[in-house]
């Protein structure tokens, strides 16, 4: 909705069926997702939970094309 909600079904051949829900908002994106195994592991757990936070750091390389960043992990 809105490039905002984000909603997707998973499926892993005789692995696993899931679902995951997201929301962005500005840079901050949070995302859930549920697994639900369909093998034989199945009779012993009940699905595995997942959270996801992550943040886009904003670059413009138009504003200052001078800017030297210190870390190959921002860019």
Excluded at 7 to 20: D, E, F, I, K, N
Excluded at 37 to 58: D, I, N, Q, R
Aim: net charge positive; glycine share 6%; proline share 5%.
């Amino acid at each position: 909705y809105d490039n905002r909600f984000f909603a997707s079904l998973m499926y892993r051949p005789t692995q696993a069926v899931g679902v995951h829900l997201g929301m962005q908002l500005g840079k901050l994106y949070a995302g859930y997702a549920f697994e639900w195994p369909t093998s034989a592991l199945a009779k012993a757990s009940w699905g595995s939970h997942e959270l996801l936070v992550s943040y886009s750091f904003p670059l413009s390389p138009a504003k200052n094309r001078d800017a030297k960043y210190k870390s190959i992990r921002f860019l």
